[in-house]
């Protein structure tokens, strides 16, 4: 009785008089211009928007060239008559996968930087029909919305409805970090036949930034090789110089330069596991993103970059890091290969941020012992007091590592009230550099004094 009155003084279910427009014949007009040929035109008058300060990025068509047993593709981008080349490479046996036929992969590399810069977009090749539709529809007009400066990228070129061939490949990643060893444990076997894990790829596209980026690159290439090669995957290794041609930063937009190396090879790719997010889909959130890791918002973007041939999805989001960890706890192949360091030193250092968060956490949950074969754990014990007073103070800091909360809940027995007071000096101290570090003039001299004194 009650559903009946609201249907009837609800607005939205009122008719209307009349349909403001007859859609009957430009469907079918439009279906037999999109189906005649494979392709549609698609152009958004760059010249009549009010945002006439727009500069216009021009993806050139896409090409691959073969040489010394690598297969390269590559597009000139021309920014305002700026040209750049960007590519991407693999062994010569993937380089059938290819994909030259369309701007896909470069539009999106290039879509989160376009938003920042004002910038807006003429494709030579053609984009998929799904992609520009939902990056153009949903995932734009979102960010746009939640911001306050970025930019509403025009798109122009012609649409492909075509399908592509497709080899059905799954794949992942294989930083073999705990969300790709999780994506490896829980897809490797999966009961479901088409998203069983086929394919591990080691992607260099942006998170190998530091000065000795080759040496440490080829280490985590041998590392994950090996891995590979021991629980019987394909393995990929790709190189792209996405990071140098356009400079970005990678917290805030590493989902864009993952989902270029994944567009780059979307003949190969029926379904990808995406797993990069230390958060779970409860911290899903737009607002501001412009600021924040573009992992917040991947429950929105990758739908938006998937298509009827190739899913793309985000693995272990329904899950926190803890709750990754604990199940690679009893996962023999993480006990052998865990890598989770951010130092250049090959194995895992033991004392980074990454190194003490994972430490922590198998702490918390008694595994410690299972991990001696990657982490130094005569170390952590000997030194148990100092990431114990490093976990509270992660607690106390506004600015601190929020993914160590589960496990501080444990361990929170065995932090003392002396411990506690010396976090907290560790913890303002940690929040008061923080800020500083954002005001230029004392970022300015604090570099100039650690520079001197290194
Ligand atoms: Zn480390």
């Excluded at 189906?35 to 549609?40: H, V």
């Excluded at 070129?157 to 794949?171: F, H, Q, R, S, T």
């Excluded at 930083?175 to 897809?187: E, K, W, Y």
């Excluded at 501080?408 to 923080?434: G, N, Q, W």
Aim: proline residues 3%.
């Amino acid at each position: 009785m009650r559903e009946e009155t609201l249907a009837l003084t609800d607005p939205a279910f009122s008719l209307p008089e009349e349909l403001l427009f007859s859609v009957q014949g430009k469907i079918s007009s439009a279906e037999q211009l999109a189906f005649s040929d494979g392709m549609s035109k698609f152009f958004e008058n760059l010249s009549s928007e009010t945002d006439v300060s727009a500069k216009i990025v021009t993806i050139r068509r896409p090409e691959v060239k073969t040489f010394n047993g690598r297969s390269r593709l590559s597009a000139k981008i021309d920014v305002s008559g700026d040209v750049r080349e960007v590519w991407f490479e693999v062994e010569e046996k993937y380089g059938k996968f290819l994909c030259f036929e369309r701007s896909d992969a470069f539009l999106v590399a290039l879509l989160n930087w376009a938003m920042r810069e004002r910038c807006d977009f003429v494709c030579e090749a053609p984009v998929g029909e799904e992609l520009l539709y939902q990056i153009r529809t949903y995932l734009i007009p979102s960010l746009v919305k939640a911001s306050k400066r970025l930019h509403a990228p025009k798109i122009s070129g012609e649409i492909d409805v075509k399908m592509l061939p497709n080899a059905g490949a799954v794949g992942t990643g294989i930083s073999c970090g705990i969300d790709s060893l999780h994506a490896v444990a829980c897809n490797a076997q999966s009961p479901f036949p088409h998203l069983r894990l086929t394919h591990l790829i080691l992607n260099n596209v942006g998170a190998f930034s530091h000065d000795d980026e080759d040496r440490q690159f080829r280490w985590q290439t041998e590392h994950a090789k090996q891995f590979a090669r021991e629980y019987g995957f394909e393995f990929i290794q790709t190189n792209s110089n996405l990071a140098e041609a356009f400079p970005q930063n990678h917290l805030l937009t590493h989902t864009y330069s993952s989902i270029f190396s994944v567009l780059v090879l979307q003949k190969l790719w029926g379904v990808y596991f995406y797993a990069s997010s230390g958060y779970d889909f409860g911290a899903f959130e737009l607002k501001n993103n412009e600021f924040n890791s573009s992992d917040h918002y991947e429950l929105l973007s990758l739908p938006c970059f998937s298509s009827r041939q190739l899913k793309i999805y985000s693995e272990g989001g329904a899950k926190t890091r803890f709750e990754k960890t604990k199940l690679l706890a009893d996962f023999v192949p993480a006990q052998k290969y865990l890598h989770v360091c951010t130092s250049d030193i090959g194995g895992n250092c033991n004392v980074c941020g990454k190194c003490r968060r994972t430490l922590v956490s198998l702490d918390a949950l008694g595994k410690l012992e299972e991990f001696c074969a990657v982490f130094d754990i005569d170390y952590y014990k000997l030194h148990r007091r100092k990431y114990l007073r490093w976990l509270a103070a992660q607690q106390i800091n506004p600015c601190g590592d929020l993914m160590v909360k589960e496990a501080f809940k444990i361990l929170r027995k065995d932090i003392s009230p002396v411990l506690f007071a010396e976090a907290s000096v560790l913890a303002v101290a940690a929040f008061v550099r923080s800020r500083a570090a954002k005001i230029p003039l004392l970022r300015k001299i604090y570099r100039k004094i650690f520079k001197r004194n290194s």
